[in-house]
């Protein structure tokens, strides 16, 4: 794991792990609150982070690397949607980089919004088993939105 300060881009910490371990965040987490003052953490939104920063945090922000977020929903609809309707949502997440002020987050948000509520029917399309059981058809988009 490494740690950086944001400004700088210095690393500031390194751990060697096999995995990403909530337990092991913290203890990482422990020694950096000793040695520096957080105001807030970024990271890629992974459980064990936050449950990590919680535990040593409380309550400080705790956002989403725009990058990770990115990647995460462009890896959930396909670089090259095939569907318009996911070519449409593709855009919107595209727009994510422009994310610089409230106004353009809230901008974006209205956008999605937009979207969410233009496509609701296609995002709980659904196929139903003869067994009983049932699954959302676009699962990928659903967990974009």
């Not at 992974?46 to 725009?66: L, W």
């Amino acid at each position: 794991m490494l740690y950086r300060h944001h400004k700088r881009k210095t690393l500031i910490h390194a751990s060697f792990v096999s995995r990403e371990r909530g337990s092991l965040i913290a203890k990482d987490l422990k020694i950096l609150k000793e040695k520096y003052r957080f105001s807030g953490i970024v990271s890629d939104g992974g459980t064990g982070i936050g449950n990590a920063v919680y535990t040593k945090f409380g309550n400080i922000p705790h956002k989403i690397c725009m990058a990770h977020l990115h990647r995460d929903i462009i890896n959930t609809i396909g670089r090259y949607p095939k569907d318009k309707r996911v070519r449409d949502l593709k855009r919107i997440a595209d727009h994510i980089w422009l994310i610089e002020s409230k106004e353009a987050l809230n901008w974006w948000r209205d956008k999605l919004q937009k979207w969410i509520d233009k496509n609701r029917e296609f995002l709980t399309e659904t196929k139903h088993l003869d067994t009983g059981g049932w699954w959302y058809i676009h699962k990928g988009v659903r967990k974009a939105v």
